[in-house]
């Protein structure tokens, strides 16, 4: 299961057919804050952008916590929040191929693993947590969410 026409559509919608892909959708410690002293977007580009990357985490699960983290920001973009946005479209550019397998397993060898992982009060504005999950059957996720 891929996306891959939806994703080469949406990378021509906002002109970033032709970036540099990059081999990792954000930086692990991506820490985006609302500081005022920061050059603003456009608010409506930016909702954009993160709509169609919120839908695009339906069949690619690793991207759900770069796009969760740029989500909370659409109230007052500002260029290093688009600039993330830009990182996780410049993934996506290389990894076009990329989706969800789904293998062929014999029905009597059921085989669930569960993953988790959260970083305590790891927003640095309102030191609240992010939590998130992943449910494999096989090596194929069926199950996956990231939350603050």
């Known amino acids: 299961m891929h996306q891959r026409r ?3 559509e949406f990378l021509e919608r906002f002109k970033m057919q032709n970036c540099n892909p990059v081999l990792i959708p954000d930086e692990g410690s991506m820490q985006l804050d ?3 002293n920061k050059r603003s977007v456009d608010a409506t580009l930016f909702r954009q952008i993160v709509g169609c990357l919120r839908f695009v985490c339906h069949g690619r699960p690793e991207l759900a916590y770069g ?3 740029i989500s909370r920001h659409m109230a007052n973009p500002n260029q290093s929040h688009m600039t993330a946005a830009k990182r996780i479209m ?3 550019k ?4 990329y989706g969800i397998m789904f293998p062929n397993q014999k029905e009597n060898e ?3 693993v569960g993953f988790s992982d959260s970083d305590w009060c790891g ?3 309102d030191r609240r947590s992010t939590s998130g999950y992943t449910f494999l059957v096989h090596g194929a996720p ?4 990231s939350k603050k």
């Open 142 to 145: 069926i199950s996956w969410s």
């Open 94 to 97: 290389g990894t076009l191929n």
């Open 34 to 36: 609302n500081s005022s």
């Open 123 to 125: 927003d640095k504005e």
């Open 110 to 112: 059921l085989q669930l």
């Open 90 to 92: 410049r993934y996506l």
């Open 6 to 8: 939806y994703v080469t």
């Open 67 to 69: 796009a969760g983290v």
